[in-house]
């Protein structure tokens, strides 16, 4: 049977307090956080996090045979974003990797291709949403990403969840837009689209439990994401699914990830599904959708090694809500005296593909020792052209030493940096991120992320740092 | 493999050194023409009685065209080249090295860097052209060599106010030291507090931690041993130069731990067997060295052989290294007071060996221990940053060995 083989999700470390927003811009009280992307992350490196969540069991990145990556936030046009997601993985080269971006409802075109495709099909789902200021679209919606890998048949992988029936509805409506380039989307009176939602979702819904032969009182995880949220409500309240079988949205603590939401909350449920039970994802937006997964046995074995509830439980306290306009790039604050930090050049960063976007090291065959970044000759034996590559994006190290850059140039100063001596050999000078000042003492340890450390001159630069390994979050396979 | 040193076989004849500071109304090839007028005239000679010319700069010229069109040379062989932070002192090195293979009989070494011209916080137009893929993260010079400090405090059990504490030290010592030279850039004393309570620059280090952006040139004289007396009586001899460019696997090893620059230890013990030196710090008059921030002032008194590893600290609180110490180190205020100038430092390094050896440091920084009948000077230059870096060492004298 074919089904989910995989999955993973990612929620960024920091979060803004909604009361902060409130207390600066003199707006009604709000409760709750949202979750929010750092200065150096965008949809492209989230991408690369949930995936490396979701592909961190031996054997998955082989498997796969198609890439999808579906954002309503690109972070480039022309260019596509999921090639950069493919190098982070390593994935062969044949392995096709497109964009499906512009729409939050590529989330849902994503993971429904990747479930229907006759070959292995990782659908990664990422979105940073932003607002103006003061708006609801700022307060209420949140950054992450959110991966799955669906497959199963014929390849070995065990099978986390079937796919048991999908359906989807399209509709043309004029509910929610936004021009290229425009800060936020534009969304006409909510209560238009709210009964035209809810029987859209009703046609899906009832569409795929026929094809399965279920009945709503199967559902025992009715999980419902869009970004009309009062649409969603009268979704999960009405559908005839049994009550205790609605699950809250993540909103409160998160914020709502727009593409990514149906992956993030799929997730969530995913983490902590019993076997042998059904979950109807309905997914609002031009339409609606609906997959029908009931979990198999092998899921409690193999469920992602850092579940939704604790990277939420993980967030760092909230920043201020003046340091988050300035990494969205709404407060424009002075520079330091430096010159501007200089784009990578295009030839050298292709020729060093494994390294930049892989952190794949190399290592001596004659005397063992590590080298990051890859050298020709050995540092130790003095070897040359003896080596073979050493990935290193799952090995965590120790700080030997750091300190705190209050003069470089960062979006988000001071630059915290440390020298991480990895677990195994090999050492490695890079910036800490997701971190205080306090972070960086010697002897804490760390894990590698990839991040786009900055843009310049209109590139991204995509690059691996290191951040501090948190209590709350599972050890071990470092994924 | 073997390297044979030139002890005695030159001698530095002339000096030129302007002074180091914000020259808003002067260029580069202003400060060229002043440092090499200065020296031509401390030799009792012409330009045109110089046969070759070792120019040292970093981001303020490239070719010998840097030197020869603002001076008008006529038709001279001018090298120019650079070293990263030993720019200076590699110019040195080539010009001795010239005149004592015979090629030439007078060669000068100029060094010059104007960096305020910029505008930027701190050194500019030093970004080495790396992968050219931008995984390094290039930090800035303060934060480099910052991670010097929580290394040394960690491996020698100091608290981390203790260790601030030493570097404080350190600073205000080479303030002191400046302020009684009119060549500095910074010309007055700073209280210990004013250094420690400074606005922090990067790790440990404050304003005050670290070396100022100025502008600068110096420039020697070099010619054979046997003919310095024609030119003066009291020249310079060469007793050792040494440099090495290190293997730079220090961010690659783990075994680097960050409280030496193993680059200079390397370029240190070469330099004291060409000199025949085998304790420093009893035998040296005094040493300047490269203080570009605190910490490496105080890990450089270890690997230079002026304290026992792990000691320096102590020697420093002490004040081994003050102008009145057993060894006086940055007499003339170092590149705390001097700023740093790429190109130009490494000469104005030995621009002090040449006064004070000679007796012509004014009289409130004249080191005792030349007087006291010792008659050797250190200068000591790097560049790069803990891990990775390159270092000179020379050792100049008064006397020629018998």
């Known amino acids: 049977m074919a089904g989910l083989i995989a999955y993973g999700a990612y929620v960024p470390y920091h979060r803004l307090a909604r009361a902060d927003i409130a207390a600066t811009l003199g707006t009604p009280p709000a409760r709750g956080t949202r979750a929010v992307a750092g200065y150096d992350e965008d949809t492209t490196s989230m991408a690369v996090e949930a995936a490396r969540s979701a592909l961190a069991r031996d054997g998955l990145r082989t498997r796969v045979g198609q890439l999808f990556l579906a954002t309503a936030a690109p972070a480039y046009l022309d260019k596509t974003n999921a090639t950069a997601v493919h190098a982070a993985l390593g994935l062969d080269p044949h392995v096709l990797a497109v964009d499906m971006a512009g729409s939050v409802r590529s989330g849902l075109g994503a993971l429904v291709t990747a479930a229907r495709s006759p070959v292995p099909t990782l659908a990664v789902l990422s979105d940073l949403r932003t607002g103006l200021p003061g708006g609801a679209e700022e307060s209420t919606g949140g950054d992450g990403a959110a991966a799955f890998a669906f497959g199963g048949h014929r390849n070995g992988a065990p099978v986390l969840a079937e796919l048991l029936a999908h359906d989807t509805v399209s509709d043309e409506i004029l509910d929610r837009w936004r021009l290229p380039g425009a800060p936020a989307s534009r969304v006409w009176e909510e209560r238009f689209a709210e009964e035209i939602y809810v029987s859209l979702a009703d046609k899906a819904l009832t569409a795929a439990l026929d094809q399965a032969g279920l009945d709503r009182g199967a559902i025992d995880h009715l999980v419902v994401s869009g970004l009309h949220a009062r649409a969603c409500a009268t979704v999960r309240r009405t559908s005839g699914v049994r009550p205790e079988a609605a699950t809250a949205d993540l909103t409160a603590a998160i914020g709502n990830a727009g593409t990514a939401q149906p992956g993030l909350l799929l997730a969530d449920v995913l983490d902590r599904a019993e076997p042998g039970r059904i979950i109807a994802l309905v997914v609002l937006g031009d339409g609606a959708g609906v997959l029908l997964l009931r979990t198999t046995d092998a899921l409690p074995a193999h469920r992602a090694a850092r579940p939704v509830a604790a990277q939420i439980a993980a967030g760092g306290a909230p920043m201020p809500y003046a340091t988050y306009l300035s990494w969205r790039g709404l407060l424009d604050r002075e520079p330091p005296r430096r010159p501007d930090p200089e784009p990578p050049y295009a030839p050298p960063a292709h020729r060093r593909n494994s390294w930049k976007y892989g952190f794949v090291a190399s290592r001596c065959e004659k005397c063992g020792t590590r080298h990051l970044p890859p050298d020709r000759v050995c540092v130790s034996c003095r070897s040359v052209d003896a080596m073979t590559d050493e990935p290193m994006e799952q090995v965590r190290g120790t700080v030997a030493t750091f300190t705190v850059d209050r003069l470089a140039h960062t979006p988000s100063p001071p630059m915290l940096v440390v020298v991480v001596d990895y677990d195994g050999g090999g050492r490695f000078r890079c910036q800490l991120t997701d971190a205080t000042e306090a972070d960086a003492v010697i002897g804490a340890r760390v894990e590698m992320t990839f991040r786009r450390t900055v843009t310049a001159a209109g590139v991204h630069n995509y690059f691996w740092k290191a951040r501090p390994v948190r209590t709350g979050e599972t050890e071990g396979t470092g994924a | 493999m073997s390297s044979h040193g030139i002890r005695d076989r030159v001698a530095i004849v002339g000096m030129g050194c302007t002074p180091f500071g914000e020259h808003w109304g002067r260029s580069a090839d202003d400060l060229l023409v002043d440092a090499v ?324 440091a004014p009289p409130e920084r004249t080191v005792a221990s030349v007087a006291e009948g010792r008659t050797l000077a250190l200068t000591h230059n790097l560049g790069g940053g803990p891990g990775e870096c390159v270092s000179f060492v020379s050792v100049v004298g008064s006397e020629l060995t018998d």
């Open chain 2, 37 to 360: 007028g200065e020296a031509v005239t401390s030799a009792g000679i012409t330009l045109d009685d110089i046969d070759a010319f070792w120019l040292g700069t970093q981001a303020s010229g490239v070719s010998g065209l840097t030197l020869s069109r603002p001076l008008h040379l006529p038709y001279k062989p001018v090298t120019r080249l650079e070293n990263m932070c030993a720019t200076g002192s590699e110019a040195l090195r080539n010009a001795c090295y010239a005149v004592a293979s015979g090629a030439y009989d007078v060669a000068m070494a100029v060094g010059v860097e104007k960096l305020k011209d910029s505008g930027m916080s701190g050194l500019s137009g030093t970004s080495m052209p790396g992968a050219g893929d931008d995984s390094r993260g290039e930090i800035t010079a303060p934060a480099n060599f910052s991670l010097l400090a929580p290394a040394y405090a960690a491996k020698y059990g100091l608290a981390e106010e203790e260790l601030k504490d030493v570097i404080t030290r350190i600073a205000w010592k080479n303030h002191v030291n400046g302020a009684r030279n009119p060549r500095a850039q910074f010309r007055k004393e700073v209280p210990l507090e004013r250094i420690r309570s400074a606005p922090i620059v990067a790790g440990m280090l404050g304003v005050f931690d670290c070396s100022g952006v100025s502008d600068g040139s110096a420039a020697a004289i070099v010619v054979r041993a046997e003919d310095a007396y024609r030119y003066t009586d009291k020249p310079i001899f060469v007793k050792a130069l040494s440099f090495v460019a290190g293997p730079a696997d220090g961010l690659l090893d783990p075994d680097y731990d960050f409280t030496t620059f193993p680059e200079v230890v390397v370029s240190a013990q070469e330099a004291y067997r060409q000199a025949g030196i085998t304790d420093p710090r009893a035998e040296l008059a005094l040493a300047e060295v490269h203080d570009c921030f605190t910490p490496t002032e105080l890990v450089l008194m270890e690997d230079l052989g002026f304290s026992e590893r792990g000691q320096a600290w102590k020697d420093v609180t002490s004040g081994a290294f003050d102008l009145d110490g057993s060894l006086p180190v940055n007499p003339d205020g170092g590149l705390k007071a001097f700023g740093h100038p790429i190109g130009a430092s490494g000469l104005r390094m030995m621009f002090e060996a040449w006064l004070q050896l000679r007796g012509e």
